[in-house]
């Protein structure tokens, strides 16, 4: 009997290890899963007019030009989006930080090279040409 129960304890021990064994060897860590795919993203000399605009244009202007400006921002030109660069909503709105509304408003977060081209447009002093 002592050697029934003994098999038996063996056989649970050894189940659950494999069970354990299996299930961290399914998990891992990608950096492109954590990071996003940036490694092939030139963030160097972006500018207003070389980049930034654009994607102004084609994610933000909808909402945010000078004929109606949601939330009073206007992104449409390079005044209006300077205003919510320099008080730091930009920054916020675009990386979905806590405390700011995600934009683009409705839709998915912008690539995370967009991102990152963005927040190096703006860590450089956000320049215009």
Known sequence: MKCQTTKILFYIFVSISLCIFCL?????????????????????NISYQNFVNSIMLS???S?????????????????????I????????????????SPMPKGQNKLPDCDIAKL?????????EQ
């Open 24 to 44: 961290n060897s399914c998990y891992y860590d990608s950096e492109e899963h954590l990071y996003g795919d940036v490694a092939d993203c030139d963030t160097l």
């Open 59 to 61: 994610k933000c202007n």
């Open 63 to 83: 909402c945010h030009n000078q004929t109606s400006p949601s939330g009073n921002v206007i992104t449409s030109n390079y005044s209006g989006l300077m205003i």
């Open 85 to 100: 660069v320099n008080n730091g909503t930009f920054r916020g709105v675009i990386n979905h930080l806590p405390g700011y």
């Open 119 to 127: 927040n190096a447009w703006i860590n450089a002093g956000a320049p």
